[in-house]
């Protein structure tokens, strides 16, 4: 919800938004109500019937090959956690390289999306395996601190200009 209020200044053309690895569309939500055409893509979407609610198409898509309609003016991403969030270690060892691969696959996927998109983009994962294989993330904070009554370290990389968050 923050991304909206904190990014006012951005300028697109095209007025798209995109959230990859998103069931929820939470975060299309505040994009929806300013107009933009948004789309939450997963693959927990129905593969048969695309949903379109309040704004926001809900697609069925698996980001390793979906190819948005359009290039967004912004990306967001939400790549399962699963196998690389550190709230897992213990179980690392049992699953083994191919989680982790399975996981870091998915991340890359999302970068690669969002550098393709050519806009200004966010990739949301807890603190896990991703900073050690690829870097560190460019912000952290805890869900806490925006209303949700939780900690757990969450990381942002991000790029394409998306200098808006300095007041994160």
């Known amino acids: 919800m ?3 209020s904190i990014c006012s200044g951005i300028e697109a053309a095209n007025k798209v938004a995109i959230s990859l690895c998103d069931k929820s569309g939470n975060m299309l939500k505040p994009w929806a109500k300013a107009g933009y055409t948004c789309y939450a893509v997963d693959i927990q979407h129905s593969i048969r019937a ?12 698996d980001v390793r090959s979906w190819t948005p309609p ?13 196998h690389l969030a550190v709230s897992g ?6 699953k083994d390289w191919y989680m982790l691969r399975d996981g870091m696959d998915l991340f890359y996927a999302c970068l ?26 460019q912000y952290t904070f ?3 601190e925006y209303g949700d009554g939780y900690q757990k370290k969450t990381c942002l990389w991000t790029g394409g200009a998306l200098s808006c968050l300095s007041h994160w």
């Open 112 to 137: 690669h999306a969002a550098k393709w998109a050519g806009c200004p983009y966010g990739i949301e994962n807890p603190v896990g395996r991703i900073s050690g294989i690829h870097h560190k993330p």
């Open 50 to 61: 695309d949903k379109f609610i309040d704004g926001i198409h809900y697609v069925w898509g």
């Open 89 to 94: 270690a213990r179980d690392f060892a049992k």
């Open 70 to 82: 359009v290039r967004p003016s912004i990306l967001f991403a939400f790549p399962p956690c699963t």
């Open 142 to 144: 805890d869900p806490w």
């Open 2 to 4: 923050k991304y909206l």
